[in-house]
């Protein structure tokens, strides 16, 4: 198996394009990598879901196969969002699953998210992963593939704990991806009047990118709220473990605003708590979070990250700029797009103008993420470069867990490596445009002088 293609095994997942990088062949092998995994690790059985891409049928089929050879079993849980698997691990008791999922990625791409005994797989495990099947290291054995349907009990979990304090109207887009199988039910059962956009899966995605990250991905919630007397619209990407927020009047609720108002929510239950957050979020981030009395902590992005992070500080809650949010408050710990629009529902159904509490979440100037393209393993040598060598007059604190983040008095500036694509990630945000203009003109200025030839726009 030398033929399977190194690139597809990423820091977080293993993701590449259908029938090129990733066939079912490489699928069936990393199936025999992850099947011999769990049973040196004494896992038995391993739960595989898969999202609503037109190769997610064939993939996952390839991947229970090669699981089964080494002599573990296959739950088969079918077509659901990304966070139905997770909670399948916990709900059929395996502490272990794979999502077949492209996430929000081009309908030609596929990939696997991957948790065993409890652990989200990342870094190195993945390397080792990508090692086993290369080398054809696998255990024998024949394991049993079964089906289960675990949606209803998922269901049955949020409803019987999330209340709204009055009922409410919405729109939801669920952009053709898997979350349209079971979020217009989830909100209808917790009391909502629901307008459905894009809700019928579609592995093509013939409305939209299913990426609420992206603004003209939310285009169509913004008609639908202007058109209709629905208070509030909700997104979710293709496997739907990220959410998007958009207001009454169209603005949308980045995720690191949404944390502020989970944080406060939380943190009435649980004071004194820790709250953590990705390097791309606002500063805003950390002065709610002690506002409210709690414990800020920034950590590196990605959800494996996070999640290994959440665990080992038993924190309540977590979320990172992209969307993903994570509850361990009344919930697991795991990202899920679904859970955290319910939990919004229920916190802001206690205003009778829902967008009330949302409007006034503190803000500030910002841009969006950035993306400087480079060559193949370029970023993260210039970011290490920029970490020993970087000047950032007048910045009061770097900091370098995650590429370089330079506080200022006024603002703040984020250069780090994507672990995903070749890129350097840039965001910015001041409390004016005049700041905002000269932290981006110190980040250009330091990357430039630690990489000769660099251009910065």
Known sequence: MSSIAPEIFKAYDIRGIVGKSLTTATAEAIGRSLGTEARRKNI????????????????????????????????????????????????????????????????????????????????????????????????????????????????????????????????????????????????????????????????????????????????????????????LGLAFDGDGDRLGVVTKDGEIIYPDRQLMLFAADVLSRNPGATIIYDVKCSRWVAESVRHQGGQPLMWNTGHALIKTKLKETGAPLAGEMSGHMFFQERWFGFDDGLYAGARLLEIVSRWSDANWPLKNLPNAISTPELNLKMQEGEPHRLIARLQREGKFPGARELITIDGVRAEYADGFGLARASNTTPVIVLRFEADNAKALARIQAAFKTALESVWPGLTVT
């Open 44 to 231: 038995r059985t391993i739960v595989v879901g898969r999202d609503g891409r037109l190769s997610g049928p064939s993939l996952a089929a390839a991947l229970a196969r090669g699981i089964a050879a080494t002599g573990t079993d296959v739950i088969d849980i079918g077509c659901v969002p990304t966070p139905v698997s997770y909670f399948a691990a916990h709900e059929l008791g395996t502490q272990s699953c794979v999502s077949v999922t492209g996430s929000h990625n081009p309908p030609d791409y596929n990939g696997f998210k991957m948790v065993l005994g409890g652990q989200t797989l990342h870094g190195a495990m993945i390397q080792e992963l990508y090692r086993r099947a290369a080398s054809a290291d696998f255990l024998r054995g024949h394991g049993k593939i079964r089906k289960a349907n675990v949606g209803q009990a998922y269901l049955e979990r949020i409803v019987s704990d999330v209340k709204l304090t009055r009922p409410m109207k919405i729109v939801v887009d669920c952009g053709n991806g898997v979350a349209g199988k079971l979020a217009p039910e989830l909100f209808r059962r917790m009391g909502c009047e629901v307008i459905e956009l894009f809700c019928e899966i579609d592995g093509n995605f013939p409305n939209h990118h299913p990426d609420p990250s992206k603004p003209e991905n939310l285009a169509d919630v913004q008609h639908a709220l202007r058109e209709t007397d629905a208070e």
